[in-house]
C-alpha cells in the first residue's frame, strides 16, 4: 500500500489528503471490480464500500483473483473487500451484498460518497446508477469491457455526458411471436419465452397492451395480428394467476396453465404438428413425486443439466420464492415487481427450470443453470489483462477527479490490435447532449416528513408556493407529475391528488419527475424530486416539506434548433468510427488513425461502421477545440453478462 507520504511526493500534499479522506462507492465487485478494489486499496484510498448482488461461482475464479475455490457460494463485495483488508489492514472498507437499485440505496446514500466507480455488467444497473448519481451530484466513473476492448470515462451532471446522453443502438436478436409462443425447436426459443414472457408477466412491472407489439414494423404487425391476439388474451390469464400469488396452490395454478392447458391448447391444432413433433403435457404431482431424495432446490447443481424432475422441484421453490419477494414489497409501498437479472439467484432458477421443462415438453434438448445464465445473458469472453488496464487507468481518473483537475480527464479505450501503433486511445471528454432525456433534468430532493400522511396533492400545493420565490421551479401554473412511465397528476387528471404518497409507491428511494403543462416546445428544463426521508428541526418544530439542491443545479445550454439538430446528426453518421477488435489500422504522420472496418467480427460484436473513417487522435486536442466524434464499441441494450466485466457500453 502506498503511504500518504508516498503520494504526497507523487501527487502533492493537497491530492495525497484528498485520496486519503475520500470516500469511494465501488458498485459491481467481479471482474473488473476485483482489480479496481486491489489497485484502490493498494494507491492510498482508506474508505472504500463495494456492493454487488452477486456469490462467486466456479467460473470466475479464472480471472477474478481475490477469490479462491473456497469462496465459491460466498457474496463477492464481502469476499472482495475481506481481500484488500489483508492487503491493507488499516483500511476503513465495507460491502453490501444486494440490489444497487433497492429503494434503501437513495439519494441520501449517494450523496455520503466522494466518487462513484462503476463495474457493471448491465445496461439497467447502469443507468440507475448514472440517474442516481446526477440526482446526488456526485461525479461518476464508468468501465466497461468486451475480452481486449474496453472503456473508462467520467461523467460529471452538467459538465460531461452521462450514460444517456448518446443513444444505445440495440440490434436486438428477435423472434417470431409464433415460434416463442407455439412451436419452439431450440434451446433459446424456450429460454426467450421464460425469460420474457413467463416471467415478465408473472413477476414484471405490468405493460400497456398498446406497448406488447412494439417494435414491430407494419407487416410484421400484419402477419403476427392473429399470436399477438392469443398472446394477449393469455398475458390477461397470467396476469390473474398473479392474484393467487403467495399462496400454496401458486406454484400449481402457473403450471397446470402453462405446461397443461396451454399444451392441450395446442395440441387440438392438428394442422399444427403434421410436420413437427407434437408437445407433451406435463403433470405437477407425477413430477414432483420422482424428485431426487438428495436434491436441494435451494443449492441446484449450475453445471450439470438436471433431471426433469428436479427442474420440477426448482420451479416449485423459485416460483413461492419469487412470490414472497414481491409481497414483501407491497407491504413497504412499493408497487411490487421484479425485472430479470442474472446475478438475482431466484429469478435465473425459475428461468431455467422454466425453460427446462417446456424444453422437455416440446422434445428440446436441455440445458444447464450455467449455461441459461450465458445464453440468457449474451456472454462475452472476459478478459483478465484487460480488466486491469480499465481498472488501472479508473483509479488515474479517480485521482484527477478528487484532486478537481476534471480538465485533464478523458475517455480513454483500450483496443487490442497487432498492427496498432498503441493500444490505449484517449479523447477530451464529450460536454452534454442538450436533448439528453436524463441529464437535461434539475435534479432537487424533496424531504418528506411522512409518506404515509402526505398527499401527492401537499406535494403539488407546496411546489406552487415556492412560484415567484428564490426558488421558483419555473414550471407554470399548469404541471404534469409522473413516477417512470405512470401519470399521477395532470390538469385533467386529478384522480390521486388525496391518496398518500406510500399508497402510490412514492416512499424515500423513488423519484418523480415534474414538467410543464404549457412548454409545447420543450424550453423548460423538467425537474426531478428524489424522495428522501425529513431530517427534522433541531428546536422540534413540526416537520414540513422542503425542497433543497437548488445551489447544486447547472446550468444548462440553450436547445439547439432542428436545423442544427439534423445537421450534427448527418454529421454524426457520416462520420463516426468504430475501433473493433480486429478492425485494419494504420497510423499516419499527423497521427490520425485510419481505420477499415472490413471484418466481420465488427458486426457480430454490435459494432458500427459502414465506411472507412479516419479521425485526428491527437494527445493535445483541447476541449475547446470539441471532443472528435465518439466511438460507439457497444452490445446490444438486453446483454447481461455472467460478471461485471463482461460487455460494454461505450459511447
Known sequence: MRSTKQLARIFGEDTASR?????????????????LLKDLSMSGFQHIHAIDLDTIDLSNLNRQFLFQRKHIKRPKAEVAIKAIQDFNPGIDATASQANIKEPDYDVDWFSSFDLVLNALD??????????????????????????YLGQVTVISGGKTECFECQPKAAERKTYPVCTIRSTPSAPIHCIVWAKDYLFAQLFGERADEADEDQGMD????????????????????LSRLAEAMGSAGFPKAIFEKVFSEDIARLLS???????????????????????SVEFDPAHPDEQSVLPIEDSCALFVHTANRLAHRILDQQKQGSQGYLSFDKDDEDALNFVAATANLRSHAFGIEQKSIFTIKAMAGNIIPAIATTNAIVAGMMVMQAIMVL????????????????????????????????RCPICRRRYLTLRVPDCSKTTLGDVITHVASLNGTDHDLQLGDDIAVVEGSRILYDPDFEDKLSVPLKDLGIIPGRMIT????????GLVVPVVLSIAKHLGHANGAPAQLVIEGFEKIPKFAPLPDDQDSDADAKGSSENEAVVAANDQLTVDNNGAIIIDDTDAHASNMGYISDELSK??????????????????????????????DDIVILD
Open 19 to 35: 485520496v486519503s479522506s475520500a470516500r469511494l462507492l465501488v458498485v459491481g465487485a467481479g471482474g473488473i471490480g476485483c482489480e
Open 122 to 147: 448491465n445496461l439497467d444497473a447502469r443507468r440507475h446508477v448514472n440517474t442516481m448519481c446526477l440526482a446526488a451530484h456526485v461525479p461518476l466513473i464508468e468501465s466497461g469491457t468486451a475480452g
Open 218 to 237: 407494419v407487416a410484421e404487425k400484419a402477419e403476427n395480428m392473429e399470436e399477438l391476439k392469443l398472446l394477449r388474451e393469455e398475458s390477461r390469464a
Open 269 to 291: 391444432m392438428k394442422d399444427m404438428w403434421k410436420q413437427r413433433r407434437p408437445p407433451t403435457k406435463l403433470n405437477l404431482a407425477t413430477l414432483l413425486e420422482r424428485v
Open 403 to 434: 484532486s478537481q483537475r476534471m480538465a485533464e480527464c478523458h475517455t480513454a479505450y483500450v483496443s487490442y490490435n497487432s498492427k496498432r501503433a498503441r493500444s490505449i486511445i484517449k479523447e477530451p471528454l464529450a460536454t452534454p447532449n442538450p
Open 514 to 521: 415534474l414538467t410543464s403543462e404549457d412548454d409545447d416546445e
Open 615 to 644: 479521425r485526428q487522435l491527437d494527445d493535445t486536442t483541447t476541449e475547446d477545440q470539441g471532443p472528435p466524434k465518439r466511438r460507439a464499441l457497444e452490445n446490444d441494450d438486453t446483454a447481461t453478462t455472467a460478471d461485471s
